[in-house]
């Protein structure tokens, strides 16, 4: 079955980076893009881009373009989103979701909670 | 950008009624068109695509409909496991944009 699991939670000060993995099983990893989408505490859903994981093309939401990068792993089938200079705004649940179809989001991990806490 | 509208933000309603939350995009989006179910703490659930395809597993009292910049999302006669909060998203032009949810309480 398809699974896709997350990294654990982190905490992390303002201006720093972090990175967290989403390891897919049970389907063929490079057939796939990933979504990365994150939701601030009492908040909305808010996509902030995805990988072609065949070949690594990006396409990240505007507004996050100059601090996020995704990057996947095939010989792990592991997907990873980099967040850098941190704001406390960025505090949020961040998910990892695959693209079925013509990217509708199919299957989604369950969840990395990032704290931003000086 | 495509932005995503989706209404009501809140709806109140009773087990067996029928409910429709409506979504508009700001320019056509086709039947790239998507809708998932989140409950408190978890991850969001894939529930239709392509507008009004329902996906494996789903029961049937949900449907979709819309293209172009109009969709809905109908729950026939609503059951208590339905009680939740709803997005929208749309899949068009390499972006995945979502609506701002619409909570669906018990009355």
């Known amino acids: 079955q398809v699974q896709l699991v997350q990294s654990g939670a982190e905490v992390k000060k303002p201006g720093a980076s972090v990175k967290v993995s989403c390891k897919a099983s049970?389907?063929?990893?490079?057939?796939?893009?990933i979504s990365w989408v994150r939701q601030a505490p009492g908040q909305g859903l808010e996509w902030m881009g995805w990988?072609?994981?065949?070949?690594?093309?990006?396409y990240y939401a505007q507004k996050l373009q100059d601090r996020v990068t995704m990057t996947t792993d095939t010989s792990t089938s592991t997907a990873y989103m980099e967040l850098r200079s941190l704001r406390s705004d960025d505090t949020a649940v961040y998910y990892c979701?695959?693209?079925?179809?013509?990217?509708?989001?199919?299957?989604w991990g369950q969840g990395t909670l990032v704290t931003v806490s000086s | 950008d495509i932005q995503m509208t989706q209404s009501p933000s809140t709806l109140s309603a009773s087990v067996g009624d029928r409910v429709t939350i409506t979504c508009r995009a700001s320019?056509?989006?086709?039947?790239?068109l998507a809708w998932h179910q989140q409950k408190p703490g978890k991850a969001p659930k894939l529930l239709i695509y392509?507008?009004?395809s329902l996906e494996s597993g789903v029961p049937s009292r949900f449907s979709g409909s819309g293209s172009g910049t109009e969709f809905t999302l109908t729950i026939s006669s609503l059951q208590p496991d339905d009680f939740a909060t709803y997005y929208c998203?749309?899949?068009?032009?390499?972006?995945?944009?979502f609506g701002q949810g619409t909570k669906l309480e018990i009355k």
């Open positions: 979701a695959r693209h079925g179809g013509n990217g509708y989001f199919d299957y």
């Open positions: 049970g389907y063929t990893f490079t057939s796939y893009g």
């Open positions: 990988i072609s994981v065949y070949n690594g093309n990006t």
């Open positions: 320019q056509s989006i086709s039947s790239s």
């Open positions: 392509k507008a009004s």
């Open positions: 998203q749309q899949y068009n032009s390499y972006s995945g944009t």
